[in-house]
């Protein structure tokens, strides 16, 4: 389908903006203050911004079609062998660099980044790999609608989208409280409720697509959700000249992939289908790629170091895709339908 194929595209198109910001901080050591900062970070938010608008729609459909425990079961084998790898990769390079000792230390911080709950325990600025923090996010929306979806079936038999509604003010509650941020837990509570409100509000536009709730309910919920967000602890996320602005843009561009058939046309390219294929590893894999061509440098400048660095970054995406991501899918695939299979005949 033209619309669905076009959240792919887009989901590529956000990957690719996170590795160009990231690349751009790690090979210039700009200033924060320099217009070449600003543009780098916005481009990064617009990627996330995109990355949990696309969950939020996403996670709904496949709820939709999957038990909960099953549907966790299969987000479990969707992101973890993808972000194990990638973090080992970056831990083996550092220990190669001498950035860090294999030692019992080094291990028990690998074992804490790679649950994807490591922030809770320690900041989230020492893990070897932090850009495991979005993720810790998806996790926490994937267990909170897990559990949605599970209290509207048999028996319970909740209506759900009132539950969806009650969420939404629920976060802008939690924003309103959030404990102050004196340790690695109560900052990773305030980072959800800071970007949770985000993936609802992809929620809330499924709903709507699919004419679950009418426009006036999407936009309610929507407000509501926006004045989740005005709580924020963490004010980053509505600094007017970063972070939010680049959301609405992302959150328009959304809209844009289903809504407007012209959009669909523009981004149905095969290099951005690929490019949507290896998303995730990209996402997983490329600070570990530019750190090592930055060790490894030997006097290229900042341009060849970017060029250099995107160019490997997206053919370790593709490897880690064919290597580890495509046969644990195909897998996860074949052992759901065998479980069909198994659950007709009896």
Known sequence: MLKLRSLNALRGFAALLVAID???????????????????????????????LLSGFVIYLSLEKTASLEFLWHR?????????????????????????????????????????????LIPGETNIEPLVWSLAIEVKFYIIMAILFGLSRAPLRVPL??????????????????????????VDWALAVSSLP???????????YKKIISLNKFFG?????????????????LSFSKNFTAWILAALLFWCCLFSARAQTFLDRRWLMLLGTISY???????????????????????????????LALLAAYCLHRLIEAPVQRWTKKMSMQNVKIGGLQ
């Open 161 to 186: 989208v009132p539950m969806l509604f009650f969420s939404a003010a629920g976060l802008g509650v939690a924003a309103r409280f959030a404990p102050i941020l004196s340790s690695p837990a109560t």
């Open 281 to 311: 590893p990209l996402y997983a894999i490329h600070t570990a790629i530019i750190e090592m061509l930055i060790y490894s440098n030997h006097g290229s400048g900042p341009s060849a170091l970017f060029l250099r660095g995107l160019i």
């Open 198 to 208: 985000v993936l609802f509000i992809g929620t809330a536009t499924c709903l709507y």
């Open 76 to 120: 479990i084998l969707r992101l973890y062998p993808v972000i194990v790898a990638a973090v080992a990769i970056r831990l083996m390079a550092q220990i190669m660099m001498g950035y860090r000792a294999l030692d019992v230390a080094t291990l028990k911080l690998f074992l804490i980044n790679i649950s994807l709950f490591g922030n809770i």
């Open 22 to 52: 990231h690349m751009i901080l790690m090979s210039s050591n700009c200033a924060p203050d320099s217009l070449l900062f600003f543009f780098a970070t916005i481009l990064g938010s617009f990627g996330v911004g995109s990355f949990f």
């Open 221 to 237: 919920m929507s407000v509501m959700l926006l004045l989740a967000l005005s709580y924020a602890p963490i004010t980053d996320n």
